[in-house]
C-alpha cells in the first residue's frame, strides 16, 4: 500500500513536470513567406525599410524575395500599357514557380496594374498542398492542360479601377484594372499578362469604395460584385467573415490587394488620389487580421505607396507594414 501511494504520489509530482518540458521544447512553426515585387522604387523602399526584420521577428520565415526583371528585348519595346503587361507577366511567373500552399506571398507593387500580374501568379501555382481543409495532391487536368486555380479577390480601395476604355474619364490604365481581370476589356493585354480565364465578377469583392465614376458605377451595377463597406471596416462587422466564406466556397486562393489610397488621407498625403473618409491604418489592420485568419486567404499585395520626398515622415511606410502585419497576425490564428 505504501509503494501504491508512492507512486500516486511520484506521479502527481512528475506529469506536471514532462507537460512542462514538452510545452518548452515544443517550437512554433513558422509561416514560410515569399516576397515578389515589382522592379520600381516604391516596392525596393517598403523591403528595404526593414520589413523582412519585421517579418521575422513576428515569426515567419522569408524563404524568398524576387524581384520583376524585363529582357533587354522587352525593354525596347514601346508603349506605356505594354510595360505594364510585360512586368504583370514576368510578375506571374515569379509567383507561379511556386507551389500552392507552400508559401504566403506578399506583394510590393508599383500600381494597381500589377493586380493582373499577381492573379495570373496564383492563378497557375504548381499542384501542392492544397489550402482547403480536404486537400488535394494534384489539380484537375482539362483538355488544354492544368486547370488555373480559381482565385478570389478583395479588392481594397478608394477607387472600385472597374472602368473600360469606353467609360473612363481619366484614360487611365490604372483606373481599369479589375474591369480587365474580369474580362471586360483589353483581352490582349490581360492574355499578355498570363492571366487567363478572366475573373467572374462573383470572385470580387469592392471594399473601401469611395469615388467611383458615373458609367463605372453602372458597370458595377450589371455586375456580381459584392461590398465591404468602410463602416464594416471600422466595425469589423461580421459582412467581412460572410465575404471570405462566400468567397471561400467558391473559389481555391484568395488573393487580398490594397492600394494605399484606401487609407485616410492623413496617412498617405503623398498620394495623387486620395479620397476622404477613408479608415486609418489600424482599422484595416484589424480587418485584414479578420480575413487572413481564414485558411484560403494566401496572397497579400501592397499598391502604390508615396515614398521619398512624398512621404518625408514615412506615415506611408509604417501604415503598409502595418497591414501587412495584420494579415501575418490573421494567419497566426488559424
Not at 35 to 49: F, Q
Request: proline share 4%; charged share 25%.
Amino acid at each position: 500500500m505504501k509503494n501504491l501511494l508512492s507512486l500516486i504520489v511520484g506521479l502527481f509530482v512528475l506529469v506536471p513536470v514532462i507537460l512542462s518540458a514538452q510545452n518548452y521544447t515544443k517550437t512554433e512553426e513558422k509561416i514560410k513567406v515569399f516576397i515578389v515585387k515589382n522592379r520600381t522604387e516604391g516596392p525596393a523602399v517598403m523591403e528595404r525599410s526593414g520589413l523582412i526584420d519585421r517579418l521575422t521577428k513576428l515569426g515567419c520565415d522569408v524563404a524568398k524575395v524576387s524581384t520583376v526583371r524585363l529582357t533587354p528585348e522587352e525593354e525596347k519595346e514601346y508603349g506605356e500599357w505594354n510595360q505594364d503587361a510585360l512586368e504583370s507577366k514576368h510578375l506571374g511567373k515569379l509567383i507561379a514557380e511556386n507551389k500552392e500552399g507552400e508559401y504566403f506571398t506578399v506583394g510590393l507593387l508599383t500600381n494597381c496594374t500589377d493586380l493582373l500580374g499577381m492573379l495570373a501568379g496564383l492563378q497557375h501555382l504548381k499542384p501542392g498542398q492544397s489550402l482547403q481543409e480536404d486537400s488535394r495532391s494534384l489539380q484537375s487536368q482539362g483538355l488544354a492542360g492544368q486547370k488555373p486555380l480559381r482565385v478570389g479577390l478583395i479588392w481594397i480601395d478608394a477607387h472600385a479601377d472597374f472602368n473600360t476604355p469606353e467609360t473612363t474619364l481619366s484614360g487611365m490604365l490604372g483606373g481599369m484594372p479589375v474591369a480587365i481581370a474580369a474580362g471586360m476589356c483589353l483581352t490582349r493585354l490581360r492574355l499578355k499578362a498570363g492571366l487567363d480565364p478572366a475573373l467572374p465578377t462573383k470572385y470580387i469583392v469592392m471594399a473601401g469604395l469611395r469615388d467611383v465614376d458615373p458609367l463605372e458605377q453602372e458597370l458595377l451595377d450589371r455586375s456580381q460584385c459584392e461590398y465591404i463597406s468602410v463602416e464594416d471596416i471600422r466595425n469589423l462587422s461580421d459582412n467581412i467573415n460572410h465575404q471570405m466564406e462566400r468567397l471561400s466556397r467558391l473559389t481555391e486562393i484568395i488573393y487580398v490587394h490594397i492600394d494605399m489610397d484606401v487609407l485616410d488621407p492623413s496617412e498617405v498625403s503623398g498620394h495623387p488620389l486620395t479620397a476622404p473618409e477613408g479608415p486609418t491604418s489600424h482599422e484595416l489592420a484589424a480587418a485584414l487580421e479578420v480575413m487572413f485568419q481564414h485558411k484560403k486567404a494566401g496572397a497579400i499585395g501592397i499598391a502604390s505607396i508615396p515614398f521619398g520626398e512624398r512621404d518625408k515622415e514615412g506615415l506611408s511606410l509604417q501604415a503598409a507594414y502595418r497591414l501587412i502585419e495584420g494579415a501575418i497576425n490573421g494567419i497566426k490564428k488559424r
